[in-house]
């Protein structure tokens, strides 16, 4: 992640199989929802899972889920 990086809380929705928040469905920002198409790179931080993904638009986000608080953010 870059130094300067902002994160803006988002709502997801996710799929939880073995685990909680497995990996995101859809995400809502800005009251408009994206589909997530791919799961392109998954890393685990200490606190944080982190999901970089290509949505129904055509852009790649990266969204961070705090696990301890189960809040999720769009790194910006």
């Known amino acids: 992640m870059q130094k300067d990086s902002k994160y803006i809380k988002i709502e997801v929705v996710a799929y939880s ?3 909680a928040n497995e990996r995101p ?3 809502v920002m800005d ?3 994206f589909q997530v198409v791919k799961v392109l790179e998954f890393w685990c931080g200490q ?3 982190y999901f970089k ?3 129904d638009d ?3 986000y990266s969204l961070k889920w705090h696990r301890y608080l189960d809040v999720w953010f ?3």
């Open 17 to 19: 199989g073995y685990k």
């Open 25 to 27: 469905l859809y995400f």
């Open 31 to 33: 009251q408009q929802k």
């Open 47 to 49: 606190d944080h899972d």
């Open 53 to 55: 993904i290509l949505a």
């Open 58 to 60: 055509g852009q790649v």
């Open 74 to 76: 769009i790194v910006a």
